[in-house]
Nanobody
Framework: QLQLVDSGGDLVQPGGSLRLSCTASRFTLDNISIGWFRQAPGKEREGVSCISGRGITTNYADSVKGRFTISKDNAKRTVYLRMNSLKPEDTAVYYC??????????????????????WGQGTQVTVSS
């Protein structure tokens, strides 16, 4: 089984930064694509970012473009989401999710949660003054 552990959430001031991490158990990141999603209270889960298995394709929701950056370290089997210029509306539980398909197409267009079959436990990000 592919298992994911996401971490790094915290309370941060508006304009601040955080880096979230998603570590996969034993499987090389070249073989999977990973997305980041978030869910705020009372709202639907939305796709935030995505990186394909070989890192060929990355994608971001319009609401975070220019502020968030997704990257990975294959040796550590970890995908990162660097979040800068955080806003109160970024407050949510953030989840990483994986699909056993490294195709660049997994991360093109809309980031569909239905593409992803394995999920981390979630990490809370709170942006407040």
């Amino acid at each position: 089984q592919l298992q994911l552990v996401d971490s790094g959430g915290d309370l941060v001031q508006p304009g601040g930064s955080l880096r979230l991490s998603c570590t996969a158990s034993r499987f090389t990141l070249d073989n999977i694509s990973i997305g980041w999603f978030r869910q705020a209270p009372g709202k639907e889960r939305e796709g935030v970012s995505c990186i394909s298995g070989r890192g060929i394709t990355t994608n971001y929701a319009d609401s975070v473009k220019g502020r968030f950056t997704i990257s990975k370290d294959n040796a550590k089997r970890t995908v990162y989401l660097r979040m800068n210029s955080l806003k109160p509306e970024d407050t949510a539980v953030y989840y990483c999710a994986a699909v056993w398909d490294p195709s660049p197409e997994m991360c093109t267009g809309v980031i569909y949660q239905g593409r992803f079959h394995y999920w981390g436990q979630g990490t809370q990000v709170t942006v407040s003054s």
